[in-house]
C-alpha cells in the first residue's frame, strides 16, 4: 500500500519534468532588410529559460510570415529541437488595449439598452392597468359628475406622462443601439487590421543550464518592399550636379516598424540554396548588348504554398470577427445593423482588400547592392509609400545640349556623367531642378548605357532653337508626267548663355522605299549622314552670345497622278462650337 502511495505521489513530478517550460516571448522588431518585393524581419529579446527543455512561443508575427525562412540564433548554447508556426485566433485583444476597452463598451450599453427596455415596459404594464381599469363606476356605485371629471382627468395626464416617458425612451435606446453599432464596426475593424499578425512561431530548444538567452527570430515576409526615386539639381551648367538617392518604402505586413534599423537590398531573397549552373552569355553586334537577365538557371524547388494556407487562416480569423460582432439577432436589437450602409461597405472592402501595390518588372545590375539607412525608421502598415533619404552624391558632369528642332524647338540639357556604374543606381523617376526652379519629371534608366549616364535636365530657354522652310528656295514643279517638290530648311541656333556649349542637332533627309520615288539635291553642309535612317547629325560647339544657322534641302520626284505624304503631321484636339 506504502508502494501505491509512493507512485501516485511521484508520478505527476515525472509528469512535470517531462512538460516543457512554455514562454511567451512578446518581441518588437529591431532589424528591417527590405528588398524590391519582400522583407526580412528580425526580432531581438532576451528570455529567462530553465534547464531543460523550454517551449518558446513568438507573438505577433505577420500571418505572411515564410515559415521555410525561419532562423533563430543565440549566442548561447542551445539544441533545437523543432520548430512551427501557428494562428492564434485570439490574439487580437492582447494586441490592441483598445479592442478590450470597446468590449466593456459593449458589455455597459447591452446592460443599459437592457435596463431602457425594462423601464419601457413598466410604463407599458402601468398603461395595460390604467386601460383594464377604464370602468370606474362599480356594480351599485353611483358617481357624480364631479368624480367622473377628476377620474377623467387622471387618466389623461397619467397617460400622457406614460406616453412622453415612454418616446423619450425610445429615442435613448435608438441612440445607444447606434452607438453600439458603430462600436461593433470598430470593433470589426481592429480585428481584422490586428488577424494580420496573428501568427506565431513556435520553438521548442533544450539547453544545459538555466539563465538568460540572448536570441534573435528572423523570417522573410511579403508585402513589403521599396523603389528608387532620385532628385536631380544643378545650379548652372559649369558647376557640379546634385543626385538625392532616394527609396520609396512601404509596409503592408499586419507589424509596425517603430525605430527599426534598416538595410535596402536588391538581392533576390528567394535564390535557392543550391548550386547554380552557368549558361551560355551571347554578345551580338547590333550595338547593343544582349543578355539574359540572369547568368544563371537554379535548380527548380518545390515549395509548399504557404500563403495561401495564410490567407485561409486569416479569413477564417476575419470571418470570426465578423460573425461575433457584426451578426445581431435583430429580434433583441430591433433595427440590427440595417442602419450605416457605409460602414457596411468600407468592412466588406476591409474584408478583400488588397494592398494596392502593382508590382513591374524591372533590369538592374546582376550585382546586388545593399545601403543601410542610418537613421532608425518607422513605418505604419498601411501599404502606402514613405520615403527614405539613401544618399547624397555630388557629381562631375558634362553637360552637353541636344536639339530635334523638326519635332520640338527646344534645346535639352543633359548632364553626362562617367563611372556611373560604382553609384548603384536602379532605375527609377527622377525629380529635375535646374538654377532654383523645378523642370518636371525625367526619369533614370540603366538599361543598355555605356560608361557615360546622360541624366535629363530638362529644356534650357536661354538655348533658343528655330527651324523655317525657307519658302523662296522652295517650289513644286511638274516635269513631265512627275512632279517635282523642294524643301529647303533654316535652323537658327542662338546661345544666350555666358559659356560655351556643345550642342547636337538633329534632322533628317526622307528615305525613299519606292522606285517611282526618288530624292535628289540633298544639301546638309557639316552634318553626318546614317544613309540607312537618313538621319543628320551636326555637333556644334557655340559660343556665348553667338548665332550660327544651319541649313538642309532636298528634292522629291514622284508621279503626279500620285499622292505623297512629305511633311508629317501631329494630333491634337482644340474646342469646335456648333
Excluded at 367622473?148 to 412622453?164: T, V
Excluded at 470577427?321 to 440590427?336: H, L
Excluded at 488588397?354 to 532608425?376: C, H, P, Q, T, Y
Excluded at 523642294?486 to 526622307?510: A, E, H, M, Y
Aim: aromatic letters at 8%.
Amino acid at each position: 500500500m506504502k508502494k501505491i502511495v509512493f507512485f501516485l505521489f511521484i508520478l505527476p513530478l515525472a509528469i512535470s519534468a517531462q512538460r516543457p517550460n512554455e514562454i511567451i516571448v512578446k518581441s518588437e522588431i529591431k532589424k528591417v532588410k527590405l528588398f524590391l518585393t519582400a522583407g526580412e524581419m528580425t526580432h531581438q529579446s532576451v528570455v529567462k529559460v530553465l534547464k531543460g527543455r523550454n517551449r518558446l512561443i513568438f507573438t505577433g508575427i505577420s500571418a505572411f510570415a515564410n515559415p521555410q525562412s525561419i532562423q533563430f540564433l543565440s549566442k548561447e548554447n542551445y539544441r533545437l529541437i523543432s520548430f512551427s508556426t501557428e494562428m492564434d485566433f485570439m490574439a487580437a485583444e492582447q494586441f490592441n488595449p483598445r479592442i478590450v476597452k470597446l468590449r466593456d463598451s459593449l458589455t455597459i450599453l447591452a446592460d443599459d439598452i437592457q435596463l431602457n427596455t425594462d423601464i419601457v415596459n413598466s410604463f407599458l404594464a402601468e398603461s395595460a392597468v390604467l386601460n383594464t381599469n377604464q370602468n370606474l363606476k362599480g356594480a351599485n356605485a353611483t358617481l357624480t359628475v364631479a368624480q367622473i371629471k377628476e377620474a377623467a382627468d387622471f387618466y389623461r395626464i397619467r397617460s400622457l406622462e406614460i406616453n412622453k416617458q415612454i418616446s423619450k425612451l425610445n429615442r435613448e435606446r435608438i441612440r445607444l443601439e447606434d452607438k453600439e453599432e458603430l462600436i461593433r464596426y470598430q470593433l470589426t475593424e481592429l480585428n481584422f487590421n490586428e488577424n494580420q499578425r496573428s501568427n506565431q512561431v513556435v520553438l521548442l530548444i533544450e539547453v544545459d543550464q538555466p539563465g538568460n538567452l540572448d536570441c534573435s527570430l528572423s523570417y522573410l515576409v511579403s508585402d513589403c518592399g521599396w523603389a528608387a526615386i532620385y532628385d536631380l539639381s544643378a545650379q548652372d551648367i559649369n558647376q557640379k550636379i546634385n543626385l538625392k538617392y532616394k527609396a520609396k518604402v512601404y509596409n503592408n505586413t499586419g507589424n509596425e516598424w517603430t525605430n527599426v534599423d534598416l538595410t535596402l537590398s536588391t538581392a533576390d531573397p528567394n535564390l535557392s540554396a543550391s548550386q547554380p549552373l552557368l549558361t551560355p552569355f551571347y554578345v551580338d553586334l547590333t550595338g547593343l548588348v544582349e543578355k539574359k537577365k540572369s547568368s544563371y538557371v537554379a535548380p527548380q524547388v518545390i515549395q509548399q504554398d504557404y500563403r495561401a494556407l495564410a490567407e485561409n487562416d486569416l479569413n477564417v480569423a476575419n470571418q470570426r470577427a465578423w460573425d461575433n460582432y457584426m451578426v445581431v439577432d435583430k429580434n433583441i436589437r430591433g433595427r440590427g445593423i440595417s442602419n450605416s450602409q457605409n460602414e457596411k461597405m468600407k468592412l466588406e472592402l476591409l474584408k478583400n482588400k488588397g494592398s494596392g501595390v502593382v508590382i513591374e518588372e524591372i533590369e538592374i545590375s546582376e550585382l546586388s547592392a545593399e545601403f543601410e539607412i542610418a537613421a532608425k525608421f518607422s513605418c505604419p502598415t498601411d501599404a502606402k509609400p514613405y520615403v527614405v533619404d539613401i544618399k547624397d552624391l555630388n557629381l562631375d558632369a558634362t553637360f552637353t545640349y541636344v536639339t530635334i528642332p523638326k519635332i520640338d524647338n527646344g534645346a535639352f540639357l543633359l548632364a553626362n556623367i562617367v563611372g556611373w556604374q560604382d553609384l548603384d543606381l536602379m532605375p527609377g523617376p527622377t525629380n529635375v531642378y535646374f538654377a532654383g526652379q523645378y523642370v518636371g519629371v525625367s526619369t533614370i534608366d540603366t538599361r543598355n548605357v555605356s560608361d557615360t549616364l546622360a541624366l535629363s535636365f530638362g529644356r534650357d530657354n536661354k538655348v533658343n532653337v528655330m527651324r523655317k522652310l525657307k519658302s523662296e528656295m522652295s517650289s513644286r514643279k511638274i516635269v513631265g508626267s512627275s512632279m517635282r517638290e523642294t524643301f529647303v530648311f533654316g535652323i537658327t541656333l542662338r546661345n544666350n548663355r555666358n559659356v560655351p556649349i556643345k550642342i547636337d542637332v538633329f534632322d533628317q533627309i526622307p528615305v525613299s522605299r519606292n522606285a517611282e520615288i526618288t530624292i535628289s539635291g540633298e544639301s546638309y553642309e557639316g552634318a553626318k549622314k546614317d544613309l540607312e535612317t537618313g538621319e543628320l547629325t551636326w555637333e556644334i560647339i557655340l559660343p556665348p552670345g553667338e548665332v550660327k544657322t544651319l541649313e538642309l534641302g532636298y528634292s522629291v520626284k514622284y508621279p503626279k497622278n500620285t499622292q505623297v505624304i512629305l511633311q508629317k503631321t501631329r494630333t491634337m484636339k482644340h474646342p469646335r462650337w456648333l
